[in-house]
């Protein structure tokens, strides 16, 4: 009687061999895929393109002049309206509203000047650094560079004023010598009232309170911070010698508003009182 013959048996190690291989090409796949993603620019789950845009990179309060650290880039699906593409875009700007970590950051958010923004919006305190004080000083159209200056900018500050002022006691020759010194720089403009010219939100285009646009005029006072010592010094050329103000070019600016206290004047305890004496030793107007 005839017998069928057996079934041939597996090779020893054949399975794990596909095993092997299946789990190699799986590894090949995805580099291709993270590959091809590099390669394109990036792209989204829809398959469609990706755009850059800003976004918070912590969270940033009402009020809060932009900096650097406030900010980073991320990638998002298909191209949306009034988002910013460049974190220097957004630089010295003040937001309108409270702005979350990781928010994408869009132009309705922002304002070139805290004073569109409405009054029922301020925070209950202002934001000064710890041992920092806010000042409010006289300004004009001559004086504080025809309105130029708004919150975020910074100033230079300089005095002018006779000799006799500076050293009462002190013989002079000839006529009177008159001296005009640079006394402070890189003032940082907090606040301005209450007339301002110009006022542009970060869309451009022109929007005040109840979308009556812009006041008009010229600011009449700039609100600035400082140290107490400072502002100490700051009343005293206010009272005794002609104040003018300059304003910096943007790329001067301080990289971000000061953040600690100042070692040479930490706290408000720290300021002792201001006289001649004490602004020829630190200005040296005598010496001119």
Not at 132 to 147: H, S
């Amino acid at each position: 009687m005839a017998v069928a013959p057996a079934p041939a048996r597996p090779r020893p190690g054949g399975g794990r061999f596909l095993i092997i291989i299946g789990f190699l090409l799986a590894i090949f796949a995805a580099g291709a895929v993270f590959l091809l993603g590099n390669f394109t620019g990036g792209s989204t789950i829809g398959g469609g393109p990706s755009e850059v845009v800003v976004v918070a990179a912590q969270s940033i309060p009402i009020r809060h002049q932009i900096t650097d650290s406030d900010l980073t880039t991320a990638k998002i699906s298909g191209s949306l309206p009034n988002v910013y593409a460049k974190t220097s875009d957004l630089k010295g700007l003040i937001s309108e509203v409270s702005i979350s970590k990781g928010s994408l950051i869009t132009s309705d958010m922002l304002a070139r000047d805290a004073g569109q923004i409405l009054a029922g919006s301020a925070p209950a305190y202002l934001p000064l650094a710890s041992g920092y004080v806010a000042m409010t000083i006289p300004t004009g159209e001559q004086q504080g560079v025809a309105g130029h200056i708004t919150v975020g900018d910074y100033i230079t500050v300089i005095a002018s004023a006779g000799l006799s002022v500076i050293s009462p006691g002190g013989a002079q020759v000839g006529p009177a010598k008159v001296v005009s010194k640079t006394v402070f720089t890189n003032v940082h403009i907090i606040g301005l009232g209450p007339a301002s010219a110009n006022v542009q939100p970060a869309t451009g285009t022109a929007a005040g309170a109840g979308g009556a646009g812009p006041s008009t005029g010229v600011t009449s006072s700039l609100t600035i911070e400082l140290t107490q010592c400072d502002a100490e010094f700051f009343t005293w050329f206010l009272g005794n010698t002609q104040v003018r103000y300059t304003l910096e070019s943007f790329n001067d600016y301080l990289k971000q508003p000061p953040t600690a206290p100042d070692p040479t004047c930490p706290t408000v305890l720290s300021a002792q009182g201001v006289s001649q004496k004490e602004v020829d030793a630190r200005y040296h107007f005598t010496s001119l």
